[in-house]
């Protein structure tokens, strides 16, 4: 059985494609680098794909069923891009009896379940290229307001502008953090997280708006007014360039986030 029919048979493909998207992005970007070991890419790849995808498995709001559903494809996806993590495949193990024992998918899955079981089971094979990615497309406007989340805290940003023909947001993280999703209310007028654009972020791969992963959500939308602060100065950056996955870290290092 192969990694594309058990995907197809999970019936969210809106969920799968946007965690295939991201860990598309992501692979190519950690085999770019020459002198790498094996070891060293996988635990740069996996790391960030989980925290991503915790926010989904954590949600208060998603039921059982639908997060059995993206262990079992977050399993799936690791595996055919070449990476195993054993807590993901014991969990993605539980998912599929969880399923079948509350008739949540078809026959077909069922019946299937042993064969999906040891493919999840069995040594992936590491990729021999680099995966082809996406393109880059964003649904996000100019003006809107995100909260992101990152370890059970909130940080919100405003999308100053779009870059390209729709491809990316340009966003101006709000200074604070927050232990719920905040409110335009609790942003209003509120300073950004750092002075001469050092709070902007171009975020390749923040399309979705729900975001299937939970991460990001809708604060509020066409607001005219951006995060206070001074702009950059001549000859300074205007924005760097990030994207989900790397974004994580990065609002580590603005906010002085810890694990």
């Known amino acids: 059985m192969g990694h594309q029919q058990i995907l197809d048979k999970l019936a969210d493909r809106g969920l799968v494609r946007a965690m295939d998207e991201d860990l598309a992005r992501w692979v190519r970007h950690q085999m770019t680098y020459p002198g790498r070991t094996r070891a060293e890419i996988e635990q740069d790849v996996?790391?960030?794909v989980l925290l991503r995808w915790r926010c989904l498995l954590d949600a208060e709001d998603v039921g059982p069923a639908a997060k059995d559903i993206a262990r079992v494809a977050l399993a799936t996806l690791l595996h055919r891009y070449g990476f195993q993590d054993p807590g993901t495949t014991a969990g993605a193990l539980r998912a599929v009896d969880e399923l079948n024992r509350h008739v949540v998918l078809s026959d077909a899955f069922e019946r299937r379940s042993p064969e999906i079981k040891k493919l999840l089971e069995?040594?992936?094979v590491?990729?021999?290229r680099r995966p082809r990615t996406p393109r880059a497309l964003t649904f996000l406007r100019t003006g809107d307001v995100i909260s992101f989340e990152l370890?059970?805290?909130f940080h919100a940003a405003f999308v100053r502008?779009?870059?390209g023909t729709s491809e990316f947001p340009v966003i101006e993280f709000y200074a604070g953090t927050f232990t719920r999703p905040p409110t335009w209310a609790d942003l209003s007028g509120r300073a950004a997280a750092?002075?001469?654009?050092r709070a902007r972020f171009g975020v390749v791969g923040l399309t979705h708006l729900p975001d299937p992963a939970h991460q990001v959500l809708a604060v509020e939308a066409q607001q005219p007014h951006p995060p206070h602060g001074e702009d950059p100065r001549p000859g300074e950056g205007l924005w760097q360039l990030s994207d989900l996955m790397s974004l994580q870290e990065d609002v580590r290092r603005l906010f002085g986030d810890k694990e």
Do not use: D, M, V
Request: charged share 20%; proline share 21%.
């Open 46 to 48: 996996i790391a960030p």
């Open 122 to 124: 069995s040594p992936p």
């Open 126 to 128: 590491p990729l021999t």
């Open 151 to 153: 370890s059970g805290r």
């Open 161 to 163: 502008e779009l870059s």
């Open 194 to 197: 750092a002075e001469r654009g």
